[in-house]
């Protein structure tokens, strides 16, 4: 935990936050000169060291969860490697579907998707959205292009088609509130441009922050955008693991059992217009996840 340190040099005070915390084997200190006086927004200038100290120590781990993924990879054959991906797939589908109201189970969707069995005396628009979504993510997985919105429209698209034709792939036109949620999402009008940004945005950082950053702000920048009528937050979890999968990562799964944590940090990170927040919350999520 961060705290505040106090040097005297001659008759004056001067001020310090400092934050020590462990890299590997080594103890690393990060720094940051206060003033004469401790500022009245110490708290967050202390919490924003932790959370660089995190990021540090997150991408130390991460190169060597990217090793291993690597590893275990190149020894499977291709047929093991699909059956891996369905099986991602299947939690990543169910989970992130029924964060957003689904009424599938589990084991029906496992049993849609690996043996086409309908579940019974559920809504038909659940089973076809959750079939279009397994489209969308294999689409995803053999995407080699730039990402463009013409793509993530189509993506879109690929979801809703057969139960929302009327708002698969197209931009709102009208304004959105989520129940629930205190976030104010931008006009209709100032979509495109929001977008526009978006991807140039993403476009001069890809190469440049670590992916699983790049992927938690991705998610976040595009669902604070709030570009469709409906699948916004499928979409944009499906970003995250676009992400993660172009750069050689394995994916991330959001289950359902933490959508109040997920939904607390990603409202955070909006209605303060501080990325920190929910970026923590993802980092955290995705090495508890590939640590077990």
């Known amino acids: 935990m961060a705290t505040l340190k106090k040097r005297i040099m001659g008759k004056n005070e001067y001020f310090y936050a400092e934050h020590s915390f462990k890299m590997g084997k080594r103890v690393k200190t990060l720094s940051k000169y206060l003033g004469k006086k401790v500022p009245y927004n110490i708290e967050e200038i202390t919490d924003d060291l932790e959370y660089e100290a995190l990021k540090l120590t997150t991408f130390s781990n991460l190169k060597s969860i990217k090793s291993k993924y690597a590893g275990e990879q190149s020894g499977l054959p291709i047929q093991e490697r699909r059956k891996l991906i369905e099986d991602f797939l299947v939690h990543f589908i169910y989970n992130s579907s029924k964060i957003e109201g689904s009424s599938l189970s589990l084991n029906e969707t496992k049993g849609l998707f690996l043996h086409n069995i309908t579940p019974k005396s559920k809504p038909l628009n659940d089973v076809k959205e959750a079939e279009g979504y397994r489209?969308?993510?294999?689409?995803?997985?053999?995407?080699?292009?730039?990402?463009?919105?013409?793509?993530?429209?189509?993506?879109?698209?690929?979801?809703?088609?057969?139960?929302?034709?009327?708002?698969?792939?197209?931009?709102?036109?009208?304004?959105?509130?989520?129940?629930?949620?205190?976030?104010?999402?931008?006009?209709?009008?100032?979509?495109?441009?929001?977008?526009?940004?978006?991807?140039?945005?993403?476009?001069?950082?890809?190469?440049?922050?670590?992916?699983?950053?790049?992927?938690?702000?991705?998610?976040?920048?595009?669902?604070?955008?709030?570009?469709?009528?409906?699948?916004?937050?499928?979409?944009?979890?499906?970003?995250?693991?676009?992400?993660?999968?172009?750069?050689?990562?394995?994916?991330?799964?959001?289950?359902?059992?933490?959508r109040m944590e997920y939904y607390k940090h990603l409202e955070a990170s909006q209605i303060n217009d501080k990325p920190k927040y929910f970026v923590r919350f993802f980092l955290k999520r995705y090495l508890k996840i590939k640590l077990d």
């Open 135 to 258: 489209k969308a993510f294999y689409s995803m997985i053999g995407f080699k292009g730039q990402l463009s919105l013409k793509i993530v429209n189509k993506w879109h698209e690929m979801i809703l088609k057969e139960t929302k034709g009327n708002i698969a792939g197209k931009l709102r036109l009208h304004k959105i509130i989520v129940t629930g949620s205190r976030t104010s999402f931008p006009h209709p009008e100032d979509v495109p441009k929001l977008l526009a940004e978006f991807f140039d945005w993403y476009k001069k950082n890809e190469r440049k922050l670590n992916p699983a950053e790049l992927a938690a702000l991705v998610h976040l920048k595009f669902v604070t955008i709030h570009p469709y009528s409906d699948g916004n937050g499928r979409i944009s979890r499906l970003l995250a693991n676009y992400v993660l999968f172009k750069h050689g990562y394995p994916m991330l799964n959001i289950k359902f059992n933490d």
